[in-house]
């Protein structure tokens, strides 16, 4: 399964931004998907997930500010990014547990992840 994110750029304090972040391959289910982000030098941290039954995680730091949101019938994630701060500055990776088929036919349980899109906020 290949993950394609997208929407990412600059943007001043206070204004959004949408991500995009599209599944395709030989997909047979897509279940929790979700979103990482990254900083310079800082860890990778849990954004926001969402389950295949639209259960919603959030972390602390975007609670109120961010949203994130499904498309099962088309394998798509989004996170509407709303009240953007100077701290939100980091490369946002998408992932997705998924079940796929591999050319010989059989199941492949993985999770995948995005290349990332940059997000930079200015001050």
């Known amino acids: 399964v290949q993950l394609q994110a997208s929407g990412g750029g600059l943007v001043q304090a206070g204004g959004s931004l949408r991500l995009s972040c599209a599944a395709s391959?030989?997909?047979?289910?897509?279940?929790?998907m979700g979103w990482y982000r990254q900083a310079p030098g800082k860890q990778r941290e849990l954004v926001a997930a969402?389950?295949?039954?639209?259960?919603?995680n959030y972390a602390d730091s975007v609670k109120g500010r961010f949203t994130i949101s499904r498309d099962s019938a088309k394998n798509t994630v989004y996170l509407q990014m709303n009240s953007l701060k100077p701290e939100d500055t980091a490369v946002y990776y998408c992932n997705a547990d998924s079940l796929s088929s591999d050319p010989g036919g059989e199941m492949v349980a993985a999770m995948d992840w995005g290349q990332g899109t940059l997000v930079t906020v200015s001050s």
């Open positions: 969402i389950t295949r039954g639209g259960s919603t």
């Open positions: 391959g030989s997909i047979i289910r897509i279940n929790d």
